[in-house]
């Protein structure tokens, strides 16, 4: 479908990024396509983005390689994310472009090669990929390279890079000179940081009155700009809130379902079930594992991060 990122209309991705006061600041640690894991000793490593691109990237992370010749299966939880992902093998760099999940999935890592990526916050994903935002859901899109720099080449460097943190720099430096458009538009933006900072707890009518527009135009930009509707993408924020309160206590379920804006603990449950598969204490136990599985749950989407 049209969009005004075709006609040049909107701002790049420092500009959309800037100018976000408390609502950039206000996001959940959302927990989505990447490991669960530990420091970089255990083959895990996270960081917050540059200052100036803290209101469109939530995470950078990077898992390293090791000797096992093994791989793992990690479940995700569904999350309003875009993920890019770099799978750096012994011969070769691949770019993955994870979509929003609106339904569980799986991802099968290989554990010879080393990961690095770019986890970006709801709403706020730059336009790296010409497609219609419907078909960013629940999906996977292969990219030849990122800002200008083959994926070949961006392997390369990324290798010979010392540390997490150079990677990292290189990365936003890649992204502030690509001069993306966002991936959405001004009013679904502002809404999507609104959403986040309310945790999901706030209906989609008095979302739309917060920002000054009708409930019909917000859901409208919401469908063309991210796909789906405001609604399911509030349900989604709200999950994952929740879940981020399984982390530290998950004993008062009572306390968090309130907290998170459910009707009462009942309500909770029941969307944990049918969002993530499971209760909310099976889905505790997972998070204890690292959300490591035997085997893909029944109907869940499986990605391959090769």
């Known amino acids: ?36 894991g530990g420091p970089l000793e255990t083959g895990y490593q996270v960081s917050a983005p540059a200052r100036d ?7 950078f992370w990077q898992a390293a390689p090791s ?35 609106t339904r569980l999935a ?8 080393g990961y690095l990526a770019v986890r970006f916050l709801p709403g ?3 336009r790296l990929l010409d497609i219609d935002p419907v078909d960013l859901l629940d999906a996977r899109w292969e990219l030849d390279g990122l800002g200008g720099v083959a994926a070949e080449e961006l392997g390369q460097r990324l290798l010979a890079a010392p540390d997490f943190g150079s990677r990292q720099a290189m990365l936003e430096d890649l992204l502030r000179q690509a001069h993306l458009a966002p991936l959405a538009g ?5 809404a999507a940081r609104l959403a986040l900072a309310r945790g999901g707890d706030i209906r989609v009518r008095d979302l739309a009155r917060e920002l000054g527009v009708g409930t019909r135009r917000l859901e409208r930009s919401f469908k063309s700009d991210l796909g789906l509707p405001p ?33 009462d603990q009942a309500h909770m449950i029941r969307d944990f ?27 869940a989407v499986h990605h391959r991060m090769d």
């Open 106 to 113: 799986v991802a099968s890592t290989c554990n010879r090669h």
């Open 53 to 59: 691109l803290a209101g469109v990237v939530e995470r």
């Open 231 to 263: 609604k399911p993408f509030l349900r989604l924020v709200r999950l994952q809130r929740a879940v981020a309160g399984l982390c530290l206590d998950r004993q008062d379920q009572a306390g968090l379902a309130q907290a998170c804006g459910y009707a």
């Open 1 to 36: 479908m049209a969009s005004d990122v075709a006609m040049g209309m909107n701002p790049t991705l420092s500009e959309a990024s800037g100018g976000l006061g408390a609502e950039a600041g206000a996001s959940q640690d959302h927990l989505g396509l990447h490991p669960q």
């Open 186 to 190: 001004e009013l679904c933006r502002r």
């Open 124 to 126: 706020q994903a730059p």
């Open 67 to 101: 000797d096992d010749h093994g791989a793992n299966l990690y479940e995700i939880l569904p999350d309003g994310n875009v993920d890019l992902v770099i799978g750096l093998g012994e011969s070769a760099c691949r770019l993955h472009l994870y979509g929003p999940a």
């Open 273 to 299: 079930n049918a969002l993530a598969g499971r209760s909310p204490l099976a889905v505790a136990d997972c998070l204890r594992n690292r959300m490591v599985v035997s085997q893909p749950p029944p109907g």
